[in-house]
């Protein structure tokens, strides 16, 4: 757990720690919210940023939405089949991602878990089905 800096880019701090393999989020000790995309404001009660902290989520997620990408276009061609996905973190927050791995019956509901893959040179995080090797 750590203060968000208000001189800081929040922006910046996220991807830092996704090129170390951390996930951060931000969470307001005003009213106790997670909150995913980053920012310099709580987006549940407007706190400001002396209220936010990064704190380390669990990892556990459910997949909310998914579709699959038969034709990729751009840096993302090669991955093609690869599976979009809307995923909410146990604590609250909902991220677009990437479910990796064995997809065969993918449906939602399933049980997430927070990995990493390097995309177009940047580490992002993407999800695996829970119990299951990528």
């Not at 968000?4 to 170390?20: I, K, L, M, Y």
């Not at 995913?36 to 989520?57: I, M, Q």
């Not at 579709?67 to 609250?92: M, T």
Request: contains cysteine; hydrophobic residues 40%.
């Amino acid at each position: 757990m750590r203060k968000v800096d208000p001189s800081s880019d929040v922006e910046a701090t996220f991807w830092d720690g996704c090129s170390r393999g951390e996930f951060w989020l931000q969470h307001c000790t005003a009213c106790d919210a997670w909150q995913f995309y980053p920012r310099s404001l709580c987006s549940h009660c407007w706190a400001p940023t002396s209220e936010l902290e990064w704190r380390r989520p669990a990892g556990g997620a459910v997949l909310e939405s998914f579709s699959v990408v038969h034709r990729g276009s751009g840096p993302f061609a090669d991955y093609a089949p690869y599976v979009v996905a809307l995923v909410r973190f146990d604590e609250g927050p909902i991220m677009m991602s990437n479910v990796v791995g064995d997809v065969e019956g993918l449906a939602i509901g399933d049980r997430l878990e927070l990995d990493f893959a390097e995309r177009a040179g940047r580490v992002v995080p993407v999800f695996t089905r829970a119990g299951k090797l990528s």
